[in-house]
């Protein structure tokens, strides 16, 4: 079983930055596949960026390119996001998955999630 713990939110004004991190409970972290999810208010979950366990292959979705940064530290077991030039549309929980052996998915078919965390873009 693999525990992955997000942490980084908060409230921020609109073109502040975050950044987010997942600590994943695993010792082959490096063989995981890590994506990154939001659920804004209402809405349904979607995929923000991805990073393979590869560590070459990231792949981000449209609205966050160029503002966005997925990466990972193997020898810390963890994936961050870094966030900037926030916007209050990039409000909603943001969630943190792994995927055995994945180079990127966008779709939600992960193996493990975490329990989020809230990021709030106030205008």
């Known amino acids: 079983q693999v525990q992955l713990v997000e942490s980084g939110g908060g409230l921020v004004q609109s073109g502040g930055s975050l950044r987010l991190s997942c600590v994943a409970s695993?010792?082959?972290?490096?063989?995981?596949?890590i994506g990154w999810f939001r659920q804004p208010p209402g809405k349904e979950r979607e995929f923000v960026a991805g990073?393979?366990?590869?560590?070459?292959?990231?792949s981000y979705t449209d609205s966050v390119k160029g503002r966005f940064t997925i990466s990972r530290d193997n020898a810390k077991n963890t994936a961050y996001l870094l966030m900037n030039s926030l916007k209050p549309e990039d409000t909603a929980v943001y969630y943190c998955?792994?995927?055995?052996?994945?180079?990127?998915?966008?779709?939600?078919?992960?193996?493990?999630w975490g329990q989020g965390t809230q990021v709030t873009v106030s205008s």
């Open positions: 990073i393979g366990w590869t560590n070459s292959t990231t």
């Open positions: 998955a792994a995927g055995l052996g994945i180079r990127v998915r966008t779709s939600p078919n992960y193996d493990y």
């Open positions: 695993v010792r082959t972290f490096a063989a995981y596949g």
